[in-house]
C-alpha cells in the first residue's frame, strides 16, 4: 500500500516502513506524528484519489531525527564589472520513518 501526501509545499509518495527527509515540523525526536493531508491512497492496481483530500486518510510516521542539508553554494558575478557575490544556504529538514498508511 502506498499513498500520496502533502506537506511542507511539496508532494511524497511513500510507503510502510521508508524513511524520508521532509521540510522541517516541530516535533521532538522518537515521537509520532500524523500527517492527514493524503491525496492519494494506492494498492495494487486501484487507486483512491482524493477531492483534494482522501477523507479518512492518514499516515502515521516517527521522527527520527532533525537535521540540516548540505550547504548549497550560490555564486553571482557581472563580467566585466568587479561585482562578485558568494552566499551560502543550508536548509533544515526532518526525518521520518513511514509507520503505518490508514485510508
Same mark, same amino acid.
Given at each position: 500500500?502506498?499513498?500520496?501526501i502533502?506537506?511542507?509545499?511539496k508532494?511524497y509518495?511513500?510507503?510502510?516502513?521508508?524513511?524520508?527527509k521532509?521540510?522541517?515540523?516541530?516535533?521532538? =525526536?522518537?515521537?509520532? =506524528?500524523?500527517?492527514?493531508?493524503?491525496?492519494?491512497?494506492?494498492?495494487?492496481?486501484?487507486l483512491?484519489?482524493?477531492?483534494?483530500?482522501?477523507?479518512?486518510?492518514?499516515?502515521m510516521?516517527?521522527?527520527?531525527s532533525?537535521?540540516r542539508?548540505?550547504?548549497?553554494?550560490i555564486?553571482?558575478m557581472?563580467?566585466?564589472? %568587479?561585482?562578485?557575490?558568494?552566499?551560502? %544556504?543550508?536548509?533544515?529538514?526532518?526525518? =521520518?520513518? =513511514?509507520?503505518?498508511?490508514?485510508?
Open positions: 500500500m502506498y499513498a500520496v502533502k506537506t511542507g509545499g508532494q509518495k511513500v510507503a510502510a516502513g521508508e524513511k524520508l521532509i521540510e522541517q515540523i516541530p516535533a521532538e =525526536i522518537g515521537s509520532e =506524528i500524523t500527517l492527514d493531508q493524503v491525496l492519494a491512497v494506492g494498492e495494487g492496481a486501484s483512491k484519489l482524493g477531492d483534494p483530500l482522501v477523507n479518512g486518510a492518514a499516515v510516521a516517527t521522527v527520527v532533525q537535521g542539508h548540505d550547504k548549497v553554494t555564486f553571482k557581472r563580467r566585466r564589472k %568587479h561585482y562578485q557575490k558568494h552566499q551560502g %544556504h543550508r536548509q533544515n529538514f526532518t526525518e =521520518i520513518l =513511514i509507520n503505518t498508511i490508514k485510508a
